[in-house]
């Protein structure tokens, strides 16, 4: 289940998250052969983002998977909204160009299946799970291929290629391997994560609250709410240690209609997620590229690491693609991916870092009384009674920055048969 047959492919995806189970997918159409390793044996985490945009949305409509997307169970958001302590702020994606006036909330894993079983079938494509990359073969400055354990057997492969594509997250495995270091900006908090039941009667949509008591996001996933509680950074362990009553005690402060099943929250059904905002100066070295979190590990607020991920995955395909119909990926090709999404990815750390600035930072009371209540941002307060301001803040949300699309050199060549075979 671990391994793969071949010795040599022409593309290597490290990681089979959003950003590398579309970059697979988005290869193999194209006539690429490609494997994809992933260290775990599914897609049944239960801890990431649920959020699928507008934008991808769009993606899945060109690649003909709009309608079993559509078949996925899922909730639709048309408003997304904000609850401080003096009032709401609600962006608004109704008004959105294209389509899909909504951001889609479906379970990853569900998500991740999908695109696994498009990609599956391309004869162009491999899948190992339980694959987990532990090094890079390498002829002097340039990586030629990966070292892998199929953690089912315990046995270790190696895989040479034309490209390795780091796709593995933010405590990315090929990063550390090829020893870069991304500048961290110190995110301030970290999540937990617990399952809270859901009732008949329970206000019916995803909420983000900030309040001076602490942050919480609740995501309606039909019979139960994720529910994620913002904590300050390092004090995770702390918060679990009585059991989570001090967890129990803050999300009853924000969420009082959860009262009564909070009660059974206990430690073990807390998770712990860090959280990091980073990014590397340069994403690639000869023979290696990273995107996703892998390049810029990007906060939770505002829920776009995915969507971004999958907008790196598209261009990436969109220029190793014809390199790898060539036969050769230059230094050249890798430099177009990173500079194509730069701005992108600085433009929206910044502004999630102006968030964890403005409001996060202040919303990580924990279990004692707030000393005052924490307020919109002046900016929000002014504009919130503003329609197009608030559609505006959907679309940067909902789209984001430079949008990718399929183009030209991700069209088919011949489904049926690899291009070009390692
Ligand atoms: C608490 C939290 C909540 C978040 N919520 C949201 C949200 O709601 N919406 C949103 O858009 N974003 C959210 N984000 C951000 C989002 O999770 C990331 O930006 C996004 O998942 C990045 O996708 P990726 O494909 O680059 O990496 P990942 O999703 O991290 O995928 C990496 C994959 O690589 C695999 N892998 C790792 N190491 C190896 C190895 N050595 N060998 C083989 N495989 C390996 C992993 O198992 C994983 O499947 C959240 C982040 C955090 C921390």
């Given at each position: ?49 649920d ?8 993606l899945?409509?060109?690649l ?12 639709r ?14 962006q ?13 909330m ?12 498009a ?11 339980d ?8 002829e002097?400055e ?9 953690r ?6 190696t895989?040479?290629a ?7 997250g933010?405590?990315?495995t090929v ?8 500048k ?15 009732e008949?009667g ?13 942050g ?7 019979h139960?709410?994720?529910t ?13 240690a ?26 073990k ?9 980073d ?13 996703g979190?892998?390049?810029?590990a990007?906060?939770p607020?505002?829920g ?12 990436a395909?969109?220029h ?9 990926v ?13 701005l ?10 102006a ?25 929000l307060?002014v ?35 690899p291009?070009?075979?390692?």
């Amino acid at each position: 289940m671990g391994a793969i047959t071949k010795t040599s492919v022409p593309c290597v995806v490290v990681g089979g998250g959003p950003a590398g189970m579309m970059l697979g997918l988005l290869l193999a159409r194209s006539g690429v052969e490609v494997a994809v390793l992933e260290k775990y044996p599914d897609f049944l985490r239960d801890f990431r983002g649920d959020t699928v945009h507008a934008s991808t949305l769009a993606l899945l409509d060109e690649l003909g998977l709009g309608e079993r997307f559509a078949a996925l169970p899922q909730r639709r958001l048309s408003t997304l909204t904000m609850r401080f302590d003096d009032g709401e702020f609600h962006q608004d994606f109704s008004r959105l160009p294209g389509r899909h006036g909504h951001i889609a909330m479906v379970p990853q894993w569900d998500f991740l299946d999908l695109l696994a079983g498009a990609a599956e079938e391309s004869p162009c494509f491999h899948l190992a799970r339980d694959a987990e990359v532990t090094d890079l073969i390498r002829e002097g400055e340039t990586v030629r291929g990966v070292r892998y354990t199929d953690r089912d057997t315990g046995r270790e492969h190696t895989l040479r290629a034309a490209v390795v594509v780091a796709t593995d997250g933010r405590h990315s495995t090929v990063r550390d391997r090829l020893g870069l270091r991304p500048k961290d900006w110190g995110a301030a908090h970290d999540v937990l994560y617990m399952r809270v039941p859901r009732e008949l009667g329970d206000p019916g949509h995803t909420v983000l609250r900030f309040s001076a008591s602490g942050g919480l996001i609740l995501i309606d996933r039909g019979h139960y709410w994720q529910t994620a509680l913002l904590i300050g950074k390092g004090r995770a362990e702390a918060a679990r240690a009585d059991d989570g009553a001090s967890v129990r005690a803050v999300v009853t402060r924000l969420a009082p209609h959860l009262a009564d099943r909070m009660a059974a929250i206990g430690a073990k059904d807390i998770a712990v997620l860090q959280v990091r905002i980073d990014r590397l100066p340069r994403w690639w070295v000869p023979g290696a590229l990273l995107i996703g979190d892998a390049a810029h590990a990007m906060s939770p607020i505002a829920g776009v690491g995915v969507n971004l991920a999958i907008q790196d995955a598209v261009a990436a395909a969109r220029h190793l693609t014809p390199a790898l119909r060539r036969g050769h990926v230059t230094d050249r090709d890798l430099g177009r991916v990173q500079r194509r999404r730069w701005l992108p990815t600085v433009l929206t750390q910044a502004a999630q870092r102006a968030a964890q600035r403005r409001f996060v930072a202040d919303s990580l009371g924990g279990a004692e009384a707030p000393a005052a209540p924490l307020r919109m941002p002046a900016p929000l307060r002014v504009l919130r009674h503003w329609k197009g301001f608030t559609r505006l803040a959907g679309r940067a949300v909902a789209i984001g920055l430079r949008p990718e699309h399929l183009s030209g050199a991700l069209a088919p060549l011949d489904r049926t048969r690899p291009h070009m075979r390692g």
